[in-house]
């Protein structure tokens, strides 16, 4: 305990509140850690959330805290603070210290996720027992209701919030950056509390008294039967009470990391949209669910499922059997998750996978009887548990949403390899000492994780045509979205996965009335006089009891599937393929008129033997789309249409034909071809399939530039001072003579023509043609006036200067010089008004 003379706790609060304004962050740290050291928990207690608050922000996101998301490597407090909240630093020394009595901590209901928050205001159990027993009932009635959270919870709350609390960085700054401090301590805290090896380090502070209560997902006998909204005390009767953690020296050890893992899937994941939520809560679903597995539970030989495998075991939510109408407005909020959240949730994709991973060969093939022994360790047996039960149905919906609302660009890529990333998880089992063999040569997935592609079909099957879906949206002329392609095709390309994906449809489809039938009446041991092959039938039956579990559990009994390799995807895939296809044509346009452009502009092009025409370029180059990136987009696409072969076993000859087909009939025509439009009363309006011709680089407008000529930018090929001049002196002549040279341009004789050459748009009626131009546009152009920007051009400049040098070796002076440029212009002119309409026929 400190000493008496410490300060009273009203004044330590007001205290740090002060300091927080005038000292610097380490000085501040440095406070704080004498603080937590000295003082006891009774008077900690008080400032314990404020220090949260004022670490993590606050949740109505109005208190920007530490900006965690904003500390990088560079930045000078970035060590303070992960010093400080390190899993062994003061602040989770502040916690344990806290946890070690019987404080509580108050958390709205209305910061928790929508589905959480609705469940609960409805007088429904949530799925997750981190919530249950910790519900407080105000006199003010059910829509204030809080949480009472432990310390440890009440810190990983705000914390895992910190992340999708809205922000707005600064200019300049972002939160995506995976170096982030934020980004940083949740890797730590990941690796401290879910290990792959060894075992969570225990609490510095023990409580002998056994205040600290975890729900513990391992209990079988836990009860989720509903509760009504107007009995507080049915509802906490129904809610079970789970014991503490001290009557359990086993849960001790992973309560912590239980906690932990619940924090982070109910924050980051529990999102989806209410056609969801309205699905997954109906209960013609649920019952229908329950009657399938009780039909499947009660025949005479049940099926023995595997450690673990049992996705719906303990933690599937039933509906009560009278429950108030829901209360949809609360779902109505948009869910919009960052690039930052994303990439954490890649990020604890990744560590789960690695964790579970760890887990001992013993324990995978454990007997279902040797399990009921006490050899295999709280940890093991969490490690068995953690993907399948904790994280797959709320990953799932997550990626669903994200797949369904991300905007058709680049930034995808984090959601796609935090799918990517969770149906691989061969890739994190730690062997890294062949690791490059094997990706090079023998990239076979190995047969043991069948049962995991089997438990998650969903995953590979329904996220894949959600992605083809998106892919024939994407613009495939940009490397990074070719890129995307190319990753998942090579995904699924590797060996032997596209087969177990294959037989994971063929067990789901599985009629049910067959597994009856094949189902022995009686079921004997071989030791007994059984056969081998009941016990093949039994293996196939749980099998199939699985994959159904889990497609009826993350869509409904009565989802419509779509089989990967059915004749429906196939033509999807074929669509695709098109679409890649006339990527790389446009690539290759793309590519070919940038090298035209960049040998026109050359050195040579001073010389009159280039094109002088500003607009000359190309609409679909972009900065990302030349060169280097053109030679990567067409290499990305070349490789997966090789991986879509492959995994859809296509045919290499038609496929070529296809592609050949298509690459001439575009050569042809297509590329010569506006995209679909009506004529509006203003000009051109594009259709609906004109718009999706000019995303997918099939046809483009030429576009050019449509205002005042002489009001163009300044080039960088054109003197500024001089552009700024000819422009006021061409302006006061068209002022003073403009009456006069409109009149000049509308007589249908030589002078007539001669004029419109000079002074107006030879042909405009062509850019009308291949360009949205409006009319009141056209008919500003077609003005006549007076132009004297060309002069100002460094190319018109060395040709008058190399003009006026060969008179000079001509011994002609500059008067007579000029007379002959211009009367060189003018016979130009003539000859150009005169038989300019046969050269161009020719």
Known sequence: MAAPTLQQPSFLLANLKADSTTKPLLQRCQDLTKIIDDYPAKELHLIFPWLVESVFGSLDGIIAGWNLGLLHLRSNDYKIVLEFLKPSGPMMKLVYKLQAEEYKYEIPVNYLPGPVKACIQEGVLPDCPLFHNKLQFPLSGLLSLNLALNPFEFF??????????????????????????????????????LPSEGSVPPSPFSDSRGSVTAPSPRSSSVSFAGYGVHSPSLLKHHIFHQPSVNADPAAQEIWRSETL?????????????????????????????LQYRLSMSSMPCQPYAPPGSGTLHTYQVLLPFHSPPPLWGLLEEPFSPTEEHVLVVRLLVKHLHAFSNSLKPEQLTSSPSAQSHTHTSPLEEFKRVVVQRFVQQKLYLFLQHCFGHWPLDASFRAVLETWLSYIQPWRYTGEKTNAQPQTEQNRTVPDKWESFVQENLL??????????????????????????????????????????????????????????????????????????????????????????SHVYALEGQDCQ?????????????????????????????????????????????????????????????????????????????????????????????????????????????SCKQLPDCIQGENGLILTDLGRRQIISGLRRFDIQYQGDPELQPIRSYENALLVRLFYRISSLVNERFGGHMAALCSRPDLLGRL??????????????????????????????????RPLASYRTILLLLLCYAFGALLSLGPVSSTLLILTGGFLYGLMMTLFGDKLKTH
Not at 161 to 186: E, M, N, R, W
Not at 761 to 769: H, I, V
Request: glycine share 6%; net charge positive.
């Open 156 to 193: 990983m709350f705000n914390f895992a919030y910190c992340l999708i609390t809205p922000k707005s960085y600064p200019p300049g700054q972002h939160g995506s950056s995976t170096d982030s401090a934020y980004f940083v301590l949740v890797d730590t805290y990941l690796k401290y509390f």
């Open 261 to 289: 893992l619940q924090m982070f899937v109910e924050i980051w994941l529990h999102h989806y949209s209410l056609e969801m939520y309205q699905k997954l809560q109906s209960p013609q679903v649920k019952l229908a669910l």
């Open 459 to 548: 995953m590979y099957t329904k996220l894949f045509q959600v992605f083809l879906n998106r892919a024939v949206r994407t613009d495939l002329v940009n490397a990074k979205n070719a890129l995307m392609v190319f990753r998942v095709a090579k995904v699924f390309a590797q060996p032997n996965l596209a087969e177990m994906i294959q037989k994971g449809e063929q067990l789901f489809l599985e009629p049910e009335h067959v597994l009856h039938h094949r189902q022995p009446r009686g079921y004997m041991t071989p030791s007994q006089g059984g056969s081998y092959l009941s016990s093949r039938q039994r293996v196939v039956t749980d099998l199939v009891f699985r994959v159904k």
């Open 561 to 669: 599937y779509k089989q990967m390799f059915g004749s429906e995807l196939r033509g999807a895939v074929m669509k695709l393929i098109q679409i890649i296809a006339q990527a790389r044509q446009t690539a290759k346009r793309i590519s070919d008129h940038s090298n035209e452009v960049a040998a026109n502009n050359s050195f040579m092009s001073w010389f009159g033997m280039g094109s002088s025409d500003p607009n000359n370029t190309f609409s679909g180059a972009e900065p990302e789309e030349s060169g280097e990136c053109l030679k990567k987009t067409h290499e990305f696409l070349d490789r997966a249409l090789e991986n879509l072969c492959q995994i859809f076993k296509l045919n290499q000859g038609q496929l070529s034909q296809l592609i050949s087909n298509l690459g001439s009939s575009q050569d042809e025509g």
């Open 755 to 788: 004029g419109r050459h000079y002074l107006a748009d030879p042909d405009p009626s062509t850019k009308l043609k291949q360009s949205p131009i409006t009319r009141r546009t056209l008919e500003r152009s077609q003005r006549a006036r007076l132009s004297l």
